[in-house]
């Protein structure tokens, strides 16, 4: 298509990303500027490229937004190109074809993605071709914020009493008057992605219950934003550990995948604190480090080596990991023999989303207790998590296990059966997802081989047969860690 047009006058590509939504989404507000057509884009980028695509879980929360997304341009008289090639041939074969003179995208932190991103922004210009990158993702972009040296921090209090004194911005609202430019249906075949929006899984159907659960895309993710300020907030500072209740706002999958916007989460924090919603100021506090947490996360992705392949201490280099197939499927498989473990395990697999808790007591069960290294575990969860993203998952991989950025020590090992007692008193947590627990009482939950076999016969058990006796002594396990640990420091 010949390019005499005037810039302004062409349309203009929306590359979306992590940033699904149409509310502050400030590429697509650039690229409606002045009443400019669109045509919104998404890629699925081959493994090739070198990215971390979303797998398993993730994938099937990335296929619901991406269907949402595409339903609310409909309603708007558009729609969602969901492509699949190599960014830069498919980006060229759009502009060529529609003569496009604008490509805009919000950000992503990944070394292999701002690779990519770094030679179209390079080679477009030369086209004609404006290029615009924008902040989207995070309260602040990982540059910005940095020591008096201008180093990254590599603790979280002294990065997070920083990003807490800078200016956030307020969200844009959703463009009004979108208006669309037609894509050649040649492209699109060119291009295809050849799964379609919605290839849920079928034989074996291992979403069911993640559907009952989820609810996918940008309406969803705003009302999980306000059950949450009116539900549980209140509570936040005093019961986020709790296992055995909803305590937490249960927005991860949607802020991995930009269904809400980060801004929009702080400023709806400001509002309800403003409205005195009797919200104590603490939960509000205590809920925005969290979030800070994933800011520091983010920092890591964007100034460290790969965070899922590389120990961020390099000293854990050498830690004896052990080769432990049976016990690495135990884990998987939550049948580990400890109820605290396998409840949380067996719940990832049905649900594709853990507490922060329970992802914290089974990391620590996998790296200490079976002294697995730690980046089987983040596989694992790569595949099973619907948030699995690409910061928040390696690094907190890399916190449990003590190779990580202000990491727990490596010497603090979780007692699997204490966490239980202490954030899941009455058992009601393991009881949902161990049925075959149901009837043990509640200090016995947590610790089945301590029972009688009097209490066992009551309850229907019989360990090594209905549920599976401890495949490590938690005493034994602690001392083997914490020797192989030593043995780092020579
Ligand atoms: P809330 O308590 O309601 O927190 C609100 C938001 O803050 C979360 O949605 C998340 O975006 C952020 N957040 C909260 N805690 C943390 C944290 N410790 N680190 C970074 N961000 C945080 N989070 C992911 O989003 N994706 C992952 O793949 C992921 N993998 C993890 C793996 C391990 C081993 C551990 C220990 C933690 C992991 N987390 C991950 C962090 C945290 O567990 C989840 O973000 C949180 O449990 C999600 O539940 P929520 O939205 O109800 O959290």
Known sequence: ????????????????????????????????????????????????????????????????????????LRERGGQLHVLAGEAEQVLDALLEQTGAGALYWNRRYDAAGREIDKRIKASLP??????????????????????????????????????????????LPAPVNLTFAPLAVEIARRFAYPSGLEPDPQQPDWAVAM??????????GLACLRDFLDEDLAGYADDRDRLDSKTTS????????????????????SSHQHDGAGTGDRGIEKFRSELGWREFCYSQLYHCRPLHQHNIQPDFDAMPWRRDEHGLLAWKRGMTGYPIVDAAMRQLWAT????????????????????????EGERWFWETLVDADPANN????????????????????????????????????????LPELSRLPAPLVHRPWTASP?????????????????????????????????????
């Open 1 to 72: 298509m010949a390019t005499t047009a005037s810039p302004v006058t062409r349309p203009a590509i929306v590359w979306f990303r992590d940033d699904l939504r149409l509310r502050d989404n400030p590429a697509l507000a650039k690229a409606c500027q002045g009443g400019r057509p669109v045509i919104c884009l998404y890629i699925h980028e081959p493994r090739e490229v070198g990215r971390r695509n979303p797998q398993g879980a993730a994938l099937w929360w990335l296929h619901g937004s991406l269907a949402t997304l595409d339903a609310a």
């Open 126 to 171: 030369a086209r004609g071709v404006e290029v615009g990158s924008f902040s989207a993702s995070l309260l602040r972009e990982p540059w910005t914020i940095a020591s008096q040296s201008g180093a990254p921090y590599r603790v979280f209090g002294p990065f997070w009493r920083a990003l807490r004194q800078a200016q956030i911005e307020a969200p």
């Open 211 to 220: 559907r009952a659960q989820w609810e996918r895309g940008e309406e969803a």
């Open 250 to 269: 249960r927005l991860s999958p949607y802020l991995r995948f930009g269904n809400v916007s980060i801004r929009q989460l702080w400023q709806a924090l």
């Open 352 to 375: 594709g989303w853990l507490h922060n808790r329970a992802r914290m007591i089974v990391a620590s069960f996998l790296a200490k207790h079976l002294l697995i290294d730690w980046r």
């Open 394 to 433: 390696p690094a907190s991989w890399q916190w449990v296990a003590g190779s990580g950025a202000d990491a727990a020590p490596y010497f603090r090992v979780f007692n699997p059966v204490t966490q239980g007692e202490k954030f899941d008193p009455d058992g009601i947590f393991v009881k949902t997802w």
């Open 454 to 490: 009097a209490e066992l016969e009551a309850a229907d058990i019989r360990l090594g047969e209905t549920y599976p006796a401890p495949i490590v002594d938690h005493a034994a396990a602690r001392a083997r860690a914490l020797a192989a640990w030593r043995s780092l420091r020579g």
